[in-house]
């Protein structure tokens, strides 16, 4: 379910957003994020469920 959910919420970014964060320089480095889709779906984690950073980290790992 959590990765249908991702497919349909990643349709709904525009084309080209990976290119776009790091020329953009909103990412420098990914610090220890396999991916760009990883680092944005913990953030979202992070600020829409208004998770503490740890907790966010803990849900991000189950």
């Known amino acids: ?5 991702w497919k349909i919420l990643r349709s709904l970014l ?3 957003w990976r290119q776009t ?3 953009s320089g909103a990412v420098c480095r ?3 994020f ?3 889709d ?3 779906r913990v953030l979202m984690l992070h600020v829409a469920q ?3 950073l740890r907790e ?3 849900r991000a790992m189950e």
Request: net charge positive.
């Open 38 to 40: 990883v680092l944005l």
């Open 21 to 23: 964060a790091w020329q």
């Open 14 to 16: 525009p084309a080209g």
């Open 50 to 52: 208004g998770y503490s």
């Open 30 to 32: 990914l610090r220890g």
């Open 56 to 58: 966010t980290v803990v």
């Open 34 to 36: 396999p991916s760009l």
């Open 1 to 5: 379910m959590a990765e249908r959910n």
